[in-house]
């Protein structure tokens, strides 16, 4: 019998564990848990819970057993070098709004992986489709109850699935409606489009999402974004709810949601978005109303608990632009266009007129309604860097924001820290953007 296919790569062991007196090394493959395959580490968690465990290990091309015993407190002593054993399971759907169909070419090759993994959305809290589920998959997920899982469901009605999921929408359906009758527990988000799944529509999906409560644990909705290189949105151009009155009637349709759920269980269950609270002009929800903020990374509730965060550190920045010199205008806050006025009214607040400026940054590179500060490019960053320090005429400290880095401290179009700055030739700070890095770029030029 040919060998199993190496699946689960050891990392390293840890130095007088079990695994390592077992003989198992860094560079080991385990392929089986006491018969059984292993697919990524939620497989070899659930297979290797009990106090014996024989491995299928493969060394060197070798095939060969290995039994561990261990006591209830001790653990293996293994570590993985990937979490994902047979590669991440992909979208194979044709949504009309998806974002990495709108991305031009030359950025980091991680941004175009169109993730649809249901162990991802259990560990990490990303949303998937349910498309590409079989009955092996929903079965697995039932029995090692990987839950909550984080679906884009976006529509009830078959035809509104169809035109936004494409051929293979139904499938996704299916497999919510088993896995919410087995108990399995889900955050829904719902992208909205004009004129496709709003309205009477999104009426119809949040009363077929409240029949499957309490496995339906909240529903996001947030509203579609779009780039200048999208050509439409399910064959109409494309369009959001940048405009006032249309963000106004999205709140008004939820909140009656909102209300009869905190009515009946005292969780608001359905959140909207930040962009719909600000292009509408209306205030936020209180803290409460969040619900503990389950959808946060889904940009619900990231504007209210940045302005919670310096409501708690009020004083402190109080006192600390209370020490730069009034009229030097020696900072200078990069931020994308969607916050500028949640920013003015900030540092407003704060007394931090004529010593703080803001630099609202266009998003040219995506241009459509692309407007977060997230979604920054290290390319309009420099530009606006460059354009606001020739027509300035004083010297400042520009200071930008960390959460346009991902881990590797790359900006989407690959640009490093000290790369700004090199083509801007300014002073740059770097930090977060919370009441922290607002303190901490007092202290920069304070010093």
């Not at 009830?156 to 929408?169: F, I, T, W």
Request: with cysteine.
């Amino acid at each position: 019998m040919a060998p199993m296919k190496p699946q689960g790569t050891v990392r390293s062991v840890d130095a007088g564990s079990i695994a390592e007196r077992a003989g198992i090394g860094a560079g080991d493959h385990i392929v089986a848990v006491n018969g059984a395959p292993l697919r990524d580490v939620f497989d070899w968690l659930w297979h290797s819970d009990e106090d014996r465990a024989e491995l299928t290990v493969i060394s060197d091309d070798i095939e060969r057993t290995v039994l561990l015993e261990r006591s209830a407190d001790q653990e293996w002593g293994i570590e993985f070098d990937e979490m994902l054993f047979d590669g991440t399971h992909t979208c194979k759907n044709a949504c009309a709004f998806c974002f990495m169909d709108q991305l031009p070419d030359g950025l980091r090759s991680s941004l175009y992986l169109k993730d649809d993994d249901y162990r991802l959305s259990f560990y990490e809290g990303n949303f998937v489709t349910l498309t590409n589920l079989d009955d092996d998959d929903i079965d697995r997920i039932i029995t090692q109850h990987l839950s909550p899982l984080y679906v884009s469901l976006h529509a009830a009605d078959p035809e509104v699935r169809s035109r936004l999921l494409g051929a293979r929408h139904a499938r996704g359906l299916e497999a919510f409606e088993k896995l919410a009758h087995a108990g399995i527990e889900m955050h829904v988000s719902i992208v909205l489009v004009p004129g496709i799944n709003d309205g009477e529509v999104l009426d119809e999906t949040l009363e077929y999402l409240s029949t499957f409560r309490p496995q339906v644990l909240t529903v996001g909705v947030v509203p579609v974004a779009y780039t200048r290189f999208t050509e439409d949105i399910a064959g109409q151009e494309p369009s959001s709810f940048n405009d006032q009155s249309a963000a106004a009637r999205v709140i008004e349709q939820v909140q009656t949601y909102q209300f009869r759920s905190r009515k009946e269980t005292e969780r608001t269950w359905v959140h909207l978005a930040d962009e719909f609270y600000i292009y509408a002009q209306a205030p936020f929800p209180t803290s409460e109303w969040y619900d503990g903020y389950p959808q946060y990374e889904n940009g619900i509730g990231i504007v209210h608990t940045y302005i919670e965060d310096i409501r708690e550190h009020f004083d402190e920045l109080v006192a600390g632009f209370a020490t730069l010199k009034a009229g030097s205008e020696i900072l200078t806050i990069v931020t994308g266009e969607l916050t500028r006025d949640t920013m003015i009214g900030t540092l407003s607040a704060l007394e931090a007129g004529g010593k703080v400026r803001l630099l609202p940054v266009v998003n040219r590179f995506f241009g459509g309604n692309v407007n977060v500060t997230g979604l920054l490019t290290g390319v309009d960053i420099a530009r606006a860097i460059c354009h606001d320090s020739e027509h300035f005429g004083k010297e400042t400290n520009y200071v930008i924001p960390w959460s346009i880095f991902n881990d590797d401290e790359l900006t989407l179009d690959g640009y490093e820290p000290q790369h700004i700055a090199e083509q801007t030739d300014a002073s740059c700070i770097f930090v977060s953007d919370d009441a922290q890095g607002l303190l901490d770029a007092i202290g920069e030029v304070s010093s």
